[in-house]
């Protein structure tokens, strides 16, 4: 597995989302920056209480530098108002900010590829200075590769999603003492699932757990 640099240096101390946003426009932590569009940073605002975190920008959103603006996206959205969160008081990032994809077939389809553990790594740094800033009350992992970006590579979202999880501080960043946790499967595997009702469903009443603890 490749090593790289990680982010860390290209993040600015003491900078708010605005800046953090400004400078990961510039990373070169690993090697994803060199194909992809643009970084794909976030959207919304330092005083959110909850906190959506998904995989990667996909390609919609790594054409229009957008996080979960596709497909995915308004399967979320109307997830989201289902479950009694209104996204417009979410913060909604990606556990890597760089699309991750394979060109083949007629026309060289951008096809997504999951990011490994290296380039997560890489691009922690990034997540770290975001929770630290937004110190949120509840966090919302969609799918496997945000929930290992933050609880390791053993958590498994098929056996613990919908649960309340205890978070700690990740890196040096500072957190509520009650913060916590909610991971569910992110709204992609609803698209691609068989029965399509019943994934839809699962992911509304996770949602609903996190909606719980905002009261």
């Not at 083949?104 to 290296?118: M, V, Y």
């Not at 992110?186 to 698209?191: E, G, I, K, N, Q």
Request: glycine share 10%.
């Amino acid at each position: 597995m490749p090593r790289f640099e990680g982010a860390g240096r290209w993040v600015p101390r003491g900078a708010g989302l605005d800046g953090l946003r400004h400078a990961a426009q510039d990373c070169q932590g690993c090697d994803l920056y060199e194909n992809a569009t643009q970084t794909v940073f976030s959207s919304g605002s330092a005083s959110a209480r909850v906190v959506l975190i998904g995989e990667q920008p996909g390609d919609q959103e790594d054409r229009q530098g957008a996080p979960f603006v596709g497909p995915a996206g308004r399967l979320l959205d109307k997830a989201l108002v289902e479950a009694g969160i209104d996204r417009s008081d979410a913060y909604v990032t990606n556990a890597v900010k760089h699309f991750r994809f394979k060109q083949e077939g007629p026309g060289k389809r951008r096809i997504h590829q999951t990011p490994d553990a290296a380039q997560m790594t890489a691009c922690r740094p990034w997540l770290a200075a975001e929770l630290h800033i937004i110190d949120p009350d509840v966090i919302v992992l969609l799918g496997a590769t945000a929930a290992k970006a933050l609880l390791g590579p053993s958590f498994r979202v098929t056996r613990q999603r919908g649960q309340l999880i205890p978070r700690p501080p990740i890196d040096d960043e500072t957190s509520r003492q009650n913060a916590c946790y909610v991971a569910t499967v992110h709204p992609s595997a609803v698209l691609r699932a068989d029965d399509r009702d019943a994934a839809y469903a699962g992911l509304v009443s996770d949602l609903k757990v996190a909606a719980e603890v905002l009261g």
